[in-house]
């Protein structure tokens, strides 16, 4: 990236992330393989748990929204899925399952599967029953909700997937809706589907528009306005998109919300390794964020499983 991420991060931080900006990347949403076989490969040795019922009765609080239960770090470095590539494997545990030899090195996962495809409510218990305490997860919504809906007529499908991800427990951190690149902002659907959603979960949503009227102060404000946190993904057209938006907390500077990164290689979308020098750039970037901040890098580029390393040299960058 040729302009300064570090000084760009302490601007936005000055002006609450309204910087208007054309339009983020339209690289098409395919899965990446690597990433999704590790979960497939989970998904199809389901076993039934006894836990579902006692999961999608407990997942509501009194006034019937998912609580959102914080961990104690405040550091969340992981991939997309939990595939662990042959070149890696030195740095996990031996024994296991996938999943279970990740979340003893890395410490959050993105489910990706979910917008493809429904998941059984005691698949996701049984998920978080495999990571340590404080393993956390991110859920992407279903495709049927974002994409095909366009967020319209979303009330039956977002109950749906409420209750299935609820199987997580605590270890739900946070929901992502990821738009479609021809998806325009428009508000009246848009503030009448995150508050929808905001009826039924209390935690922390994230939202990766990619149409350039997404990018304007008036989206922004409205995002501000549901608590939802503006991705800040890569490859990006403009700054804006690089950079986390919306919901940056009460004053605007990240204390208390969740600042999530998505990187999905560059310059080929979901294959390419970014090297030390991008990696330290953004690791410079991170730590001017308030320590009270959520901070997630997820790493997309999975296709030739060059997702773990570069999750693992990027926290050896940040911790030092």
């Not at 302009?3 to 990446?32: C, E, K, L």
């Not at 939990?82 to 996962?109: K, M, N, T, Y």
């Not at 350039?212 to 993904?233: E, I, N, Y």
Request: proline share 7%; aromatic share 8%; with cysteine.
């Amino acid at each position: 990236m040729s302009t300064s991420t570090s000084s760009a991060v302490s601007t936005q931080r000055r002006r609450r992330g309204h910087r208007p900006a054309p339009g983020a990347n339209d690289a098409s949403n395919a899965a990446s393989p690597a990433s999704e076989g590790a979960s497939d490969t989970s998904h199809k040795s389901t076993a039934k748990s006894t836990g579902e019922s006692t999961a999608k009765s407990t997942a509501r609080s009194n006034h019937g929204a998912m609580p959102h239960l914080v961990g104690a770090s405040r550091t969340h470095i992981g991939t997309a899925g939990w595939s662990i590539p042959r070149a890696s494997a030195d740095a996990f545990p031996a024994e296991g399952s996938h999943l279970a030899r990740f979340a003893q090195v890395l410490h959050c996962a993105e489910i990706n599967t979910s917008f493809y495809r429904r998941h059984r409510p005691d698949t996701y218990v049984r998920w978080a029953e495999e990571t340590p305490p404080h393993f956390r997860f991110a859920v992407k919504l279903p495709r049927a909700i974002t994409h095909e809906g366009a967020l319209r007529r979303a009330r039956q499908p977002l109950a749906q997937f409420l209750d299935e991800v609820s199987g997580l427990g605590s270890k739900l951190a946070v929901l992502l809706v990821q738009l479609p690149p021809s998806m325009a902002f428009e508000s009246r659907p848009v503030r009448t589907f995150f508050d929808l959603l905001r009826q039924r979960f209390d935690g922390a949503v994230v939202c990766e528009p990619r149409h350039a009227s997404w990018f304007q102060p008036k989206a922004d404000a409205l995002l501000v306005a549901m608590r939802v946190g503006r991705v800040a993904a890569d490859p990006a057209r403009e700054p804006a998109a690089a950079l986390p938006g919306g919901w940056l907390g009460p004053h605007g500077d990240g204390a208390g919300a969740v600042i999530y990164h998505r990187w999905h290689g560059s310059p080929r979308v979901y294959w390419s390794r970014y090297d030390a020098a991008w990696l330290n750039e953004r690791a410079l970037a991170w730590q001017q964020w308030p320590d009270t901040a959520d901070r997630w890098a997820i790493f997309d580029n999975t296709a030739s499983g060059e997702a773990v390393p570069n999750a693992l040299e990027f926290r050896t960058m940040v911790s030092a």
